[in-house]
């Protein structure tokens, strides 16, 4: 019998998944992995392929997923939704609530707030250079970043409450793609976001298990799956470099249909998928 353009669609999708965590040992025996589910199409989908995942006897590893709302920007998903969609993966989720001030006269207050309340998140050898650095560029970042460091400062604070040594985000090989270009163009160097990022001072390594999964895929599978769209409505979505990278890379994609894979197998020869922080 000829299988379904869903059961394709998820057979290419694992596949790729199970390729990226054993080419990078991302997922091993006694992993606690705490996912980020911001409820957009590509956490729905990683949590999903983790959760199926960890009902095989090997790798053997548990799962449990955080939501964080911020609650001054009206950036929304179904709580109610997220709920029952965990629950029917057999999934705890943690859901907390915090907030930014995306003023820019604020900035300073804001900086001194995330120093003092993030610090232990950093290896202590790089605390005083890391936030060097980024007082002296806080002023100049968009309300995206602020908003991106309280969120991943409550991952990493679950992470370590509940003992965690993984958490796991749904960024896709796409955007691993645009990462390389943002920094080439705008930063002077070739890098991207790594499929495994281990924290030198803490127990806690990063890991994303869709870094060789195509976005279009994940679009088309949470389509025929169902999932429920966020309610998009950040006024800051578009606040960034990233949708520029992406339309120039959809630009270079019809000028040569093997860009994909010349920038992915340069990312690979140049060893950037796997990082000590």
Same mark, same amino acid.
């Given at each position: ?80 939704? =997220?709920? /029952?969609?965990? !629950? *029917? %993966? ?14 820019? @006269? ?62 796991? =985000?749904? /960024?896709?090989? !796409? *955007? %691993? ?14 890098? @991207? ?69 010349? %920038? ?14």
């Amino acid at each position: 019998m000829m299988k379904t353009e869903l059961e394709r669609l998820e057979k290419r999708i694992r596949e790729r998944f199970v390729k990226a965590f054993a080419t990078y040992r991302l997922l091993e025996d006694n992993d606690y992995v705490l996912v980020g589910l911001s409820g957009g199409k590509d956490s729905l989908c990683l949590l999903e392929m983790l959760a199926k995942r960890a009902k095989i006897d090997k790798p053997k590893f548990r799962v449990e997923a955080i939501h964080v709302r911020m609650e001054n920007i009206s950036y929304e998903t179904s709580t109610d939704y =997220l709920q /029952h969609f965990c !629950d *029917d %993966l057999g999934v705890k989720l943690h859901i907390v609530t915090t907030s930014f001030s995306p003023t820019p @006269t604020n900035h300073n207050s804001e900086f001194s707030t995330l120093r003092s309340s993030s610090a232990r998140l950093l290896p202590t050898g790089r605390k005083n250079s890391e936030f060097s650095t980024l007082n002296s560029q806080f002023k100049q970042k968009p309300p995206c970043f602020l908003c991106s460091w309280h969120r991943r400062k409550q991952l990493f604070n679950l992470a370590q409450e509940l003992g965690c040594n993984k958490i796991a =985000l749904g /960024h896709h090989q !796409d *955007d %691993l793609l645009h990462t390389c270009l943002m920094n080439l163009f705008y930063q002077g160097r070739f890098d @991207t976001m790594p499929a495994l990022l281990k924290m030198r001072k803490m127990p806690l390594s990063i890991i994303r298990p869709l870094c060789m999964v195509e976005e279009a895929d994940i679009q088309r599978y949470a389509e025929l799956r169902g999932y429920e769209k966020q309610v998009k409505l950040c006024p800051y979505e578009h606040d960034s470099h990233r949708s520029d990278m992406r339309q120039l890379f959809e630009t270079l994609q019809q000028q040569n249909g093997e860009m994909r894979h010349s %920038l992915w197998n340069a990312i690979v020869r140049a060893d950037k998928l796997v990082q000590l922080s």
